[in-house]
């Protein structure tokens, strides 16, 4: 019946994202609606497992347990919201399109979450990452095309081609396609013809890109600029499909270790440093882009400190705290972007002065603030809770390089309060309109406060999702607390943590009542060193950018040798053929491929190893002909 369920909730986004693009009628989001009623009885039932296999006409195999079931029913969440909201809100873009493209990537939401096969799982990787995409383009504002080919080239780049890798690595591994699971890449690890490492990296890689985290977080500012406010949950649920993929194959598949936990932590506090952007951003947009990607840096530190503390009391704190976050940020980051969705609906940007917008509906401007402050820690809401027991753990401990990171990110947690309550300062001094409750509609008030409601009482009475919590990580044999005063209070660290929130707390406030200027100066030696990585993470795209154009480019498209130094973006190639592919272009690869057999029959080297390598060649030539023709 549950497996009905799912089929049925898939079935309903597929006619939806179909019905959305041909007629273009608001009515679709009504299946969206009740595809989101079958997805909160799937995520129910998949509390106590769910397996077998959906979709006659694309076999897939399901496996749902509690941490799947988790990140399944905060996504049916979303997509309930998302269908009462948007038949009110005005869309400034191609409505038909960015329908169609939102119900297809919930729809590859889903099977990401409930498939066990590693090759479904790419496949739905990939169309998330093409349906995102297509939302952003299809926006059209200002700077929508620039941003969705730097989105699309880093998830294809540094997402996909190392997912098909690992898929393909793991396929030699397991030698059968029906047991290409992470359950047969568990129990095959002996039989990888590569390290356990490089699947790390490959995994890592794929989860950093979806995720929005350094070195790949460039995208996020500008995508959530470009697109609508009321869609950017998509985007909220793929930064948390991120988080799901890695701890899924950190904690369930892959064996684990200290080193791999110091990596990911460090990558969550370098990620947290965008924080200090946010603060001298007037646009909203812009501005809570950033702390989202803290958010998920935050995230990720706490993912690495539960690998290094792995097995012990203090290590399931963080792992719980980790979970937290990720699902707490997509729920309250939901209703703030839902809030500045009802100033777009006046044809306006986000900004400072334009929120005021919102000041005279009282019960919307609540409930939205309720987000705002859950966003900035303050007791006893949502961020405040899960950095609470992401402190406790790393403070729980000796290990001071896990100390040195965890009191930074404390330091970085002072500036979403300063970001507030500097907001709310220049509000007062320089933005006067106001305007009435009334011009913002019903439906949008609705939905806003609803999803703020909901983040404010998961937040303050934390029993609600603690089976859930605790069930997630049960197969794991982790020590579990067993209620919420053992998981908060359960070790002494936990007070020290508290104190940390509160004298943080304290400084945010103080700094955020500081004129901005010299604010600024304070942190000139932060935004330096920002300047700097993002200059770094810049030259290295020009970089691989330069290389396609030059010597990918000319491979897969027919572009005469004069005219290649006259192509300097990616829209110049747009106007060349593709290259066929046919005998002449592989007969370079097949030539190399021959020396490499002889060359190894003399060696008398691993020809199994020979042969994986050679598949990992084809299948990054196979995605760059797709995606780039």
């Not at 997805?39 to 509690?66: A, K, M």
């Not at 006067?432 to 409750?437: C, I, L, Q, T």
């Not at 060193?529 to 498209?557: C, E, N, W």
């Not at 390598?613 to 995606?627: C, D, N, S, T």
């Given at each position: 019946?549950?497996?009905?369920?799912?089929?049925?909730?898939?079935?309903?986004?597929?006619?939806?994202?179909?019905?959305?693009?041909?007629?273009?009628?608001?009515?679709?989001?009504?299946?969206?609606?009740?595809?989101?009623?079958?997805?909160?009885?799937?995520?129910?039932?998949?509390?106590?497992?769910?397996?077998?296999?959906?979709?006659?006409?694309?076999?897939?195999?399901?496996?749902?347990?509690?941490?799947?079931?988790?990140?399944?029913?905060?996504?049916?969440?979303?997509?309930?919201?998302?269908?009462?909201?948007?038949?009110?809100?005005?869309?400034?873009?191609?409505?038909?399109?960015?329908?169609?493209?939102?119900?297809?990537?919930?729809?590859?939401?889903?099977?990401?979450?409930?498939?066990?096969?590693?090759?479904?799982?790419?496949?739905?990787?990939?169309?998330?990452?093409?349906?995102?995409?297509?939302?952003?383009?299809?926006?059209?504002?200002?700077?929508?095309?620039?941003?969705?080919?730097?989105?699309?080239?880093?998830?294809?780049?540094?997402?996909?081609?190392?997912?098909?890798?690992?898929?393909?690595?793991?396929?030699?591994?397991?030698?059968?396609?029906?047991?290409?699971?992470?359950?047969?890449?568990?129990?095959?690890?002996?039989?990888?013809?590569?390290?356990?490492?490089?699947?790390?990296?490959?995994?890592?890689?794929?989860?950093?890109?979806?995720?929005?985290?350094?070195?790949?977080?460039?995208?996020?500012?500008?995508?959530?600029?470009?697109?609508?406010?009321?869609?950017?949950?998509?985007?909220?649920?793929?930064?948390?499909?991120?988080?799901?993929?890695?701890?899924?194959?950190?904690?369930?598949?892959?064996?684990?270790?200290?080193?791999?936990?110091?990596?990911?932590?460090?990558?969550?506090?370098?990620?947290?440093?965008?924080?200090?952007?946010?603060?001298?951003?007037?646009?909203?947009?812009?501005?809570?882009?950033?702390?989202?990607?803290?958010?998920?840096?935050?995230?990720?530190?706490?993912?690495?400190?539960?690998?290094?503390?792995?097995?012990?009391?203090?290590?399931?704190?963080?792992?719980?705290?980790?979970?937290?976050?990720?699902?707490?940020?997509?729920?309250?980051?939901?209703?703030?972007?839902?809030?500045?969705?009802?100033?777009?609906?006046?044809?306006?940007?986000?900004?400072?002065?334009?929120?005021?917008?919102?000041?005279?509906?009282?019960?919307?401007?609540?409930?939205?603030?309720?987000?705002?402050?859950?966003?900035?820690?303050?007791?006893?809401?949502?961020?405040?809770?899960?950095?609470?027991?992401?402190?406790?753990?790393?403070?729980?401990?000796?290990?001071?390089?896990?100390?040195?990171?965890?009191?930074?990110?404390?330091?970085?947690?002072?500036?979403?309060?300063?970001?507030?309550?500097?907001?709310?300062?220049?509000?007062?001094?320089?933005?006067?309109?106001?305007?009435?409750?009334?011009?913002?509609?019903?439906?949008?008030?609705?939905?806003?406060?609803?999803?703020?409601?909901?983040?404010?009482?998961?937040?303050?009475?934390?029993?609600?999702?603690?089976?859930?919590?605790?069930?997630?990580?049960?197969?794991?044999?982790?020590?579990?607390?067993?209620?919420?005063?053992?998981?908060?209070?359960?070790?002494?660290?936990?007070?020290?943590?508290?104190?940390?929130?509160?004298?943080?707390?304290?400084?945010?406030?103080?700094?955020?009542?500081?004129?901005?200027?010299?604010?600024?100066?304070?942190?000139?030696?932060?935004?330096?060193?920002g300047d700097i990585l993002r200059f770094t993470s810049d030259y290295i795209m020009a970089l691989g950018k330069k290389f396609y154009l030059q010597h990918v480019l000319p491979v897969i498209k027919v572009i005469p040798k004069h005219e290649v130094p006259l192509i300097r973006d990616y829209d110049d190639a747009l106007d060349y053929p593709v290259r066929h592919i046919d005998e002449a272009m592989f007969m370079p690869l097949i030539r190399s491929v021959?020396?490499?057999?002889?060359?190894?029959?003399?060696?008398?080297?691993?020809?199994?190893?020979?042969?994986?390598?050679?598949?990992?060649?084809?299948?990054?030539?196979?995605?760059?002909?797709?995606?780039?023709?």
């Amino acid at each position: 019946m549950s497996l009905y369920l799912l089929e049925l909730a898939m079935g309903l986004l597929f006619t939806a994202s179909l019905v959305g693009l041909f007629t273009g009628k608001r009515w679709t989001y009504a299946l969206t609606f009740l595809s989101s009623l079958a997805l909160f009885g799937t995520s129910i039932e998949g509390l106590n497992g769910l397996s077998g296999e959906i979709l006659p006409f694309l076999p897939t195999s399901v496996r749902i347990d509690s941490l799947s079931a988790l990140f399944l029913l905060v996504l049916a969440f979303i997509t309930l919201a998302l269908s009462l909201y948007l038949p009110s809100y005005e869309v400034k873009g191609d409505f038909r399109f960015l329908t169609m493209a939102t119900n297809m990537a919930l729809l590859s939401a889903v099977i990401f979450l409930v498939t066990d096969n590693l090759e479904r799982l790419t496949l739905a990787y990939e169309l998330f990452a093409v349906f995102t995409a297509v939302m952003v383009l299809t926006s059209e504002t200002r700077g929508s095309r620039k941003a969705t080919w730097r989105y699309l080239v880093l998830t294809q780049v540094f997402g996909i081609i190392p997912l098909l890798i690992a898929t393909g690595l793991t396929y030699g591994a397991v030698g059968d396609l029906h047991h290409l699971t992470f359950e047969g890449l568990r129990e095959n690890l002996g039989n990888l013809p590569v390290s356990v490492g490089l699947l790390y990296i490959l995994y890592l890689s794929a989860s950093l890109v979806r995720s929005g985290a350094f070195p790949f977080h460039v995208w996020v500012p500008r995508v959530y600029r470009s697109l609508p406010s009321p869609f950017i949950p998509v985007f909220l649920i793929g930064e948390a499909l991120g988080v799901y993929l890695f701890l899924r194959v950190s904690h369930f598949v892959l064996p684990s270790g200290q080193t791999i936990g110091y990596i990911v932590a460090f990558i969550g506090t370098i990620t947290a440093f965008a924080t200090l952007y946010s603060f001298k951003e007037i646009r909203l947009k812009r501005k809570f882009a950033y702390h989202s990607v803290m958010d998920i840096g935050i995230a990720y530190f706490a993912l690495g400190s539960s690998l290094v503390l792995q097995g012990t009391f203090i290590g399931t704190v963080a792992l719980l705290g980790a979970l937290l976050h990720v699902l707490y940020q997509v729920l309250y980051k939901s209703a703030l972007f839902f809030g500045l969705g009802a100033i777009e609906h006046y044809g306006e940007d986000p900004n400072i002065c334009s929120m005021r917008k919102l000041l005279r509906g009282h019960v919307i401007a609540l409930l939205v603030s309720l987000s705002v402050f859950s966003m900035a820690g303050v007791p006893p809401l949502s961020s405040f809770v899960s950095k609470w027991l992401i402190y406790t753990a790393s403070m729980g401990t000796t290990n001071v390089l896990l100390w040195l990171m965890v009191v930074t990110i404390a330091f970085l947690g002072i500036f979403p309060l300063a970001s507030i309550i500097q907001v709310r300062r220049i509000n007062r001094i320089i933005c006067k309109r106001e305007v009435e409750r009334e011009e913002v509609p019903l439906a949008i008030r609705t939905v806003t406060g609803f999803v703020s409601l909901t983040s404010f009482l998961v937040a303050v009475f934390p029993f609600i999702l603690l089976p859930w919590l605790t069930g997630s990580i049960e197969e794991l044999k982790y020590p579990i607390p067993a209620t919420p005063s053992q998981l908060f209070l359960g070790s002494p660290s936990s007070f020290i943590a508290l104190a940390f929130l509160v004298v943080m707390l304290f400084l945010g406030w103080r700094i955020g009542r500081m004129p901005t200027d010299r604010v600024s100066e304070l942190l000139l030696i932060f935004y330096n060193m920002g300047d700097i990585l993002r200059f770094t993470s810049d030259y290295i795209m020009a970089l691989g950018k330069k290389f396609y154009l030059q010597h990918v480019l000319p491979v897969i498209k027919v572009i005469p040798k004069h005219e290649v130094p006259l192509i300097r973006d990616y829209d110049d190639a747009l106007d060349y053929p593709v290259r066929h592919i046919d005998e002449a272009m592989f007969m370079p690869l097949i030539r190399s491929v021959e020396r490499l057999a002889r060359w190894g029959r003399s060696k008398n080297i691993d020809m199994n190893a020979l042969i994986g390598g050679f598949a990992i060649a084809m299948a990054v030539l196979i995605v760059l002909l797709g995606v780039f023709a």
